[in-house]
């Protein structure tokens, strides 16, 4: 993707980066911002601040906005600057180039307010809204229904289809790049919506699941992948990049 990273020299992690999984997997976790772009980078819901560390290591000129006063304490510890609140409270003479929002859309109850408030602060023509958030539509939904993990109900107070989340971006004023879906977190909701639908509680919280059952949840993320090709609605993971349009 253009930046100056040590490259792996093992034979091993060379090959798997080939994989089309693995290497999507490596891209979205700079939200698949090339280094071609880089400029000034607002992470909104930047928790505990690892990925605007990530990206300022590799150029990035980085903000974060976050609501919770310990989170946004923490980050300011790192030498980071954050705003404490919601994206209202990001001036609006600030543009970036890039504003992400990674697992956070779903949260929000008014998603049309959020990705217009998120247009405000987005520099015309070149600037990028990057999204990640749960897929509706997915293999694991379809396959878990009331169990699948991605619902995590009270926290999640909106899910999208691809084409709903689409719809979203239209009415906040938004330009739609790119939409696809992604099969990068398969395994990480299948083994929790499995033991949901064994009944068990608390699976969110639980790390000791059995070997047998994150075995099969590679099964399920390579079944999923090889899916997405035949439909490409299919991933646990709607990622869409947004713009503002020329004439908005």
């Not at 997997?25 to 071609?36: E, H, I, K, N, R």
């Not at 247009?119 to 999204?131: A, E, I």
């Not at 995590?152 to 107070?157: F, Q």
């Not at 398969?186 to 047998?212: D, M």
Request: charged share 25%; glycine share 8%.
């Amino acid at each position: 993707m253009g930046y100056g990273v040590e490259p792996e020299k093992g034979v091993f992690p060379r090959i798997l980066s080939h994989l089309r999984s693995n290497a999507r997997a490596a891209a979205l976790d700079v939200m698949d911002l090339p280094a071609s772009e880089m400029g000034s980078l607002l992470d909104v819901g930047c928790g505990n601040g690892e990925f605007l560390l990530r990206m300022r290591s590799l150029g990035w000129n980085v903000s974060g906005m976050d609501p919770d006063p310990v989170a946004a304490s923490h980050v300011r510890s790192e030498g980071l600057q954050v705003f404490c609140g919601t994206i209202s409270d990001v001036p609006e003479t600030t543009c970036y180039d890039a504003i992400t929002l990674s697992h956070v859309i779903e949260h929000a109850p008014d998603p049309v307010e959020l990705l217009r408030e998120c247009r405000k602060r987005l520099r015309p023509d070149t600037g990028r809204l990057v999204v990640t958030t749960p897929n509706i539509n997915s293999l694991g939904h379809r396959w878990f229904r009331k169990y699948w993990r991605g619902l995590e109900t009270p926290r999640h107070l909106n899910l999208f289809s691809p084409d709903g989340f689409s719809q979203c971006a239209v009415r906040a004023g938004l330009r739609v790049v790119t939409l696809t879906t992604e099969a990068r977190m398969a395994r990480v909701l299948y083994v929790p919506s499995v033991y949901g639908k064994r009944g068990e509680r608390n699976v969110a919280e639980r790390l000791n699941f059995k070997t047998s059952t994150k075995i099969a949840s590679y099964g399920f993320q390579f079944l999923e992948d090889a899916l997405i090709r035949l439909m490409p609605d299919a991933g646990e993971e709607i990622f869409c990049v947004c713009a503002v349009p020329a004439n908005p």
